[in-house]
């Protein structure tokens, strides 16, 4: 399902497996207990790198598991909704910096797990962003669109995520400033790149609380929503 | 260690000297009486323009001066975060366009009072803009980062800003649409540049408490931060 490795200063979170990698709630537990493994063991330099195998990075929530309950199906859909918050809440709180490989499509809710990363990688050849909310004729959680205006700047841009169900291909992606990169032809040469910045990044052997702190510090609002105090600590590196 | 210069229409605020312009409790008095003088001063078509002398426009607060209390630097350190509030107030009230002519490096709090302004030109062949706390390990102010958001609009620049340690040149600082200019190669040549834009300004003749009231309104979560009321003026001009 999913995996946490170290190498070195990175922490490598796979999502394993050839299926979509849907998150369910078994999936988001799994997920959540890896990232509080990551922080836990974080020193200074650490850095996470999240990637998957095969086809697809995330897919979204597991709409069949939701289905399959009949009249449960929005009890569980709202379960599942609750339940993510503290997936990106983790992220966003993890001292260190954090670099999204996609290996392949995002959508939805596996769309906002990349998006919660401090850097996003993109294949050139392969893999979309899709929100698929409005194809579905699913409202968007309002935490979904707070996370989508505090890391994408652009209105046109925002519009174009959220409201025009389209697939967004690596180069669309870098020109309307929602990754990073789309320059690398396969998943392992969008690792590669990660793997590079990643060990750039740990060279500087940044103090983990602070890194977190300032990054907490852009987003005030989705902060608040996910239920993350935005307070900037005492200054006791004096 | 600061001066203001009335030329025609455009006040000349100058930070004096060959040092690094650190921002001291003195300094920031000055600084913060200047603002207050050209303001009373103001009319129609005023303009500032702010400057300085040497390799560094400014390279943040005085760190030395907080530490060489011991225990009492953090104490200190509060101090010139506190103090250094209106002086950024005193720039987002001003009742007149303000420029920052970057004759050399900007770092932290200094590199926060030239994004101040309503226009920031740099230097193409020297200076850089730094926000170094993520590399001394030292949080950020919640109203620097809440500057940050309001002039920089693009998600990817912000982190390049506040938590990438990156030194930006005038070239990156321009395509990441941090400043407008970076296209003169002296500090002269961009004083004379900003001189010129001030000039065009001044000859709109504008209302300037209309314009501060306008610059306000862009940036209310900020204006909140900083203690200034956004209110807009009552439409009495129609």
């Keep these: 399902m999913c995996t946490l490795e170290k ?3 990175l922490f490598l979170l ?3 497996g ?6 369910h709630p078994d999936t988001i537990a799994s997920v959540l207990s890896l990232l509080e493994q990551a922080k836990s063991q974080s020193t200074k330099g650490s850095v996470l790198i999240t990637t998957g195998h095969g086809k697809f990075f995330s897919n979204g929530f597991d709409l069949a ?10 009890e569980r859909m709202h379960q599942m909704v609750k339940s993510f918050k503290p997936v990106l809440a983790a992220l966003l709180d993890l001292p260190m910096p954090t670099i999204a490989a996609l290996n392949g499509h995002a959508a939805a809710s596996g769309l906002m797990f990349a998006l919660s990363h401090d850097y996003v990688f993109m ?10 909310e409005v194809d579905i ?19 046109i841009a925002r519009r174009e995520l959220l409201l025009s169900g389209k697939k967004l291909k690596g180069e669309e992606a870098v020109a309307l400033g929602i990754v990073d990169s789309a320059a690398h032809d396969s998943a392992e040469g ?8 990643g060990e750039s990044l740990a060279a500087k052997k940044w103090n983990g609380e602070v890194y977190a702190s300032i990054r907490k510090s ?19 590196n004096l």
């Design 7 to 9: 190498r070195g200063d």
């Design 14 to 16: 796979t999502l394993t």
């Design 18 to 23: 050839e299926d979509e990698h849907r998150f």
């Design 65 to 74: 598991w939701a289905q399959s309950a009949g009249h449960g199906a929005i």
């Design 123 to 132: 294949r050139k050849d392969r893999g979309v962003l899709y929100m698929s």
């Design 137 to 155: 004729g699913l409202p968007v959680p309002d935490y979904f669109s707070a996370l989508v205006v505090a890391k994408v700047g652009s209105g």
């Design 190 to 197: 969008v690792v590669e790149a990660t793997v590079s910045l």
């Design 218 to 236: 852009l987003y005030p609002e989705l902060c608040r929503m996910v239920n993350l105090t935005a307070n900037n600590l005492a200054t006791h």
